[in-house]
């Protein structure tokens, strides 16, 4: 055992230093922060039988139901009327339990995407030092949000994806194979940017199935795959629809759209078919709507940002506010990055293309994962320039994550170059990335700071 947790101190490490940061301190503030307005009440329409509509698939409400329902809970008169609003009887604690476990994780699962890319052991130390100590990281899996899941799934799917391509026993392959369609199932039913993972990964099997001529393989893999991701997607539809149904089923069974955008007695003969093909029905009159109601979309909110403002946080969210009754004082939460990180990583993503160039000219090869990096990147930041709806600066957390991996892969293959030297730099770093975090932790906790000069240039 001594072996092991001297090959691994440094993770066990931020592991526990993650846990630390996510569950301090959990149940504060005591009132809604932003769009726990809408999750938390989605949550607990489950336990009152209220039909609800939302944007997204219903797998993140679902998972903290299911934690909430394991301590008891069975639902409350509580309205998450308005941001600021204090929980009163609400379980708090266990609501937020599940994103601040999962984001706790968090470095860890990317310390494993970076073994499963071939990164060193170093590297991956390093992108789980970058992702525990990112502020953004840290205050979108505090509260009852959901977009920690799909980072965390989609991010799992992809490390099980390369164990499957890398590995020769084909019944482990095919397992490998399986677990990762599962998890990119799962984080596709958070929200369908979970795709941004899937995409990156069918690219990289095209080259792969030419690379090693073994086509065939692959197509039967790829079908295998996506059967189960369909599968899963469309069973927590039903699960969602079960919860919700009347359970007097020879009952007019209403759809919650007759009361938004469709009646949905006119567009099928409801009351005629199985309970199985009326799931079927709900399921893609669901979708359908979802797709509507994302693409129509157009009220402004006045933190909503560009997808060109992300890589350098010009605009952050801003979450919750009190008045602490102190002169001079604030309590604020702001969806912000640590900024050492997040321009760190940005300048490293800038000065790619001259490194690439450099390698061109001396006729060498882009090394395989920063390419797979750059193209996850690309694919989880580009496609919101054609989104005309408002977007904030949460959908960016995807891309961050992979751009946070590339600078690991960078400043891994730039610390072996500097000999000596690279423990002292290593050092610098490191100081000035726990620096910009600590310096941006009462916004991420929402403590009492005074309102200096420093708070209102940053924000």
């Not at 099928?268 to 009159?285: A, S």
């Not at 309590?331 to 900024?339: A, D, E, S, T």
């Not at 800038?350 to 090394?367: A, D, G, S, T, Y």
């Amino acid at each position: 055992m001594k072996p092991f947790f001297k090959k691994f101190l440094f993770i066990i490490l931020i592991l526990v230093g993650s846990l630390i940061l996510h569950f301090w301190n959990l149940n504060q503030p005591h009132e809604i922060v932003f769009d726990e307005l809408y999750f938390g009440s989605f949550v607990n329409n489950y336990f009152t039988n209220t039909q609800y509509f939302d944007i997204h698939p219903p797998l993140g409400k679902l998972l903290i139901a299911g934690t909430v329902r394991l301590t008891g809970f069975t639902g409350t008169d509580f309205d998450f009327k308005s941001i600021g609003e204090d929980y009163q009887d609400v379980p708090l604690f266990w609501f937020r339990f599940l994103p601040a476990l999962v984001g706790s994780f968090m470095p860890l699962i990317i310390f494993l995407f970076v073994l499963s890319l071939g990164g060193s052991r170093a590297t991956a130390n390093i992108a789980a030092f970058l992702t525990v100590f990112d502020n953004a990281l840290l205050t979108q899996s505090r509260f009852i949000f959901v977009d920690i899941f799909l980072l965390a799934f989609g991010f799992l799917g992809l490390t099980f994806f390369f164990w499957g391509i890398k590995n020769q026993i084909f019944k482990r392959k095919i397992f490998l194979f399986i677990i990762s369609s599962l998890f990119f199932g799962l984080s596709i039913s958070i929200k369908w940017t979970g795709l941004g993972f899937l995409a990156p990964a069918f690219l990289y099997f095209l080259y792969d199935s030419y690379k090693h001529r073994r086509t065939i393989l692959n197509i039967k893999i790829a079908i295998l795959m996506g059967v189960v991701m369909s599968a899963l997607y469309f069973s927590f539809f039903v699960i969602h629809f079960f919860i919700l149904t009347p359970k007097d089923h020879n009952a007019s069974f209403k759809s919650f759209y007759s009361t938004n955008f469709w009646q949905l007695e006119d567009r099928i003969p409801y009351k005629f078919l199985k309970p199985t093909w009326r799931y079927i029905g709900e399921f893609l009159i669901t979708n359908q709507e979802m797709y509507l109601a994302n693409k129509s979309i157009t009220a402004q909110h006045p933190y909503a940002s560009a997808w060109t403002q992300w890589p350098l946080m010009q605009k952050p969210l801003y979450e919750w506010t009190k008045d602490t009754g102190q002169v001079g004082f604030l309590q604020r939460i702001y969806l912000l990055g640590n900024p050492i990180t997040w321009f760190f990583s940005t300048a490293i993503l800038i000065l790619l293309p001259f490194w690439f160039l450099k390698l061109f000219l001396e006729r060498k090869k882009i090394p395989a994962p920063i390419l797979f990096l750059i193209i996850l990147y690309l694919f989880n930041w580009l496609p919101f320039a054609l989104i005309k709806r408002p977007m904030f600066i949460y959908h960016y957390l995807s891309a961050l994550c992979a751009g946070l991996v590339i600078t690991a892969f960078v400043t891994g293959d730039l610390m072996t170059f500097m000999k000596n030297k690279k423990w002292i730099i290593g050092t610098v770093l490191a100081a000035a990335i726990i620096f910009g975090f600590y310096k941006i932790l009462p916004l991420s906790y929402g403590l009492a700071v005074p309102d200096s000069l420093w708070f209102r240039l940053l924000l």
